[in-house]
């Protein structure tokens, strides 16, 4: 008599099966993102690297901007089409908060050219794409992009326009706005059949 398979190896074997218009899982978020930031970030330290140390603030610019279109399109690329909206929200919330902050303090940079220090914008939009990763699919996805923010911060220091008491304060921020926009993603609901003594038996489960 034919028997089937148990039930414990029925997801498994579904997501083996290949689909029409199958949705990437976070999985395959935790393996795009680092491999993208690293890209970037390499990308970014070798510009800065050939400019020579006067344009090192430039490769921050360039970072700061990279970071969160690079990580829109990951997210688009693998299906999370909700990440790609969280990310904006969180993005936004908190370059403008940062920018508010900037304006209410009047606390004075570094080299002396104004009283908009704290806390960094540069440092708040690389931490935004961080932090947001970080909620969305976890630090192991995230860690890479938190270098590359830490490595925007570290280009505004030496240039005289931030303290890290300003990097800080743009972390805080960021951590802040992920916490209010940004949640984790759940995968894709799976369902498995498996036949059993009495009849048959389905299973619904997610990966987290």
Known sequence: MNTCPPIASAPAALGRLPGRGARRGPDAARAALPALAAIVLAAAIDRAHAAGDARVTDAGTVLSFAMPLGAAAAQW??????????????????????????????????????????????????????????????????????????????????????DWLDVAGSLVVSEWMARTWSSPRMGAPAVAAARTEGGWQLQLSWAL
């Open 77 to 162: 690329w693998i299906g999370d089409r909700d990440g790609v909206r969280q990310l904006a929200f969180t993005w936004t919330s908190s370059v403008v908060i940062a920018e508010a902050l900037k304006q209410g303090t009047n606390r004075t940079r570094p080299d002396g050219t104004n009283d908009l220090s704290f806390p960094s914008g540069h440092a708040a939009r690389a931490f935004a794409v961080a932090s947001h990763v970080n909620r969305r699919y976890g630090m192991e996805a995230a860690w890479p992009l938190y270098a590359g923010a830490v490595a925007v911060g570290w280009t505004r220091v030496q240039a005289r326009r931030h």
